[in-house]
């Protein structure tokens, strides 16, 4: 059974993740870096798909670039790994998840990219 959470607006959902690393003192702009790193999104078109009200299934599957690397992240999101997620959809969702909690944490982009074993 799909998650409720893959036909939510993308537009809901965008901006708690900014909150979220916002309320840990962190910039809107390195939420976005985030993002695009993960998806391949640019700023810009993270912006489009919020105006567009895309659903976040279609969000993840519209993905200019998934990093390529992304199987490498490693970490627990919600208490369950990351890594061990079966379902392609959430695993996404959860990865774009953890990057984000390490953003929040105070981890540096550069931290962050180095995560993808690259």
Do not use: W
């Amino acid at each position: 059974m799909p998650s409720k959470i893959y036909s939510m607006s993308f537009a809901k959902i965008y901006p708690l993740l900014v909150q979220k690393v916002v309320r840990k003192g962190r910039l809107p702009e390195e939420a976005d870096a985030v993002i695009s790193l993960l998806t391949g999104y640019s700023s810009e078109e993270i912006h489009a798909a919020c105006e567009a009200n895309v659903d976040y299934s279609t969000f993840f599957a519209n993905a200019p670039h998934y990093h390529e690397h992304a199987d490498a992240l490693k970490g627990r999101v919600c208490n369950v790994r990351v890594e061990t997620i079966e379902e392609p959809l959430m695993k996404q969702i959860r990865q774009l998840d953890l990057l984000i909690d390490l953003l929040a944490k105070g981890k540096s982009l550069e931290a962050i990219t180095s995560l993808f074993g690259e």
